[in-house]
């Protein structure tokens, strides 16, 4: 059985806490309640956020939504099954794979800064050697 990440209404759009929780996990598994969105665009929203778990971690997502979007996210953020907002009804539907380890699951949240720095050094001495040789 794959290593499944819980992630409960809106933890999943916490970018920090998903990415410091995810370790080894092959999907993510969100049960969320809209009823308090309404009509408005929270619902579309939450699901957004929760496309971008899936491509910040690449794995899929299986969000559960009781009045809001069921869906499948895929990796890439795409989905691959959709029950709309307020529509009764199941999906049955198979686990997709995991795709490639993203920059972001490797790293991890909080090493951003140190990537920022080293590719900022690497920059500028690719500046500074053209400078020099032309």
């Not at 491509?55 to 795409?78: F, H, K, W, Y």
Request: hydrophobic share 45%; proline share 6%; aromatic share 10%.
């Amino acid at each position: 059985m794959p290593t499944v990440l819980p992630a409960i209404c809106y933890e999943i759009i916490f970018s920090v806490e998903i990415g410091e929780r995810f370790q080894n996990a092959e999907w993510i598994l969100n049960l969320t309640n809209d009823a308090w969105f309404g009509h408005f665009s929270g619902p579309q929203q939450h699901l957004n956020q929760a496309k971008m778990r899936a491509i910040e971690l690449g794995i899929p997502i299986i969000r559960v939504a009781n009045t809001g979007i069921t869906a499948v996210i895929l990796p890439d953020g795409s989905l691959s099954d959709i029950l709309p907002l307020n529509k009764i009804g199941s999906l049955n539907v198979t686990l997709p794979a995991r795709t490639s380890k993203t920059i972001y699951s490797v790293f991890g949240p909080r090493n951003w800064l140190l990537l920022l720095i080293a590719v900022s050094f690497f920059c500028l001495i690719a500046i500074n050697y053209k400078k020099f040789n032309n």
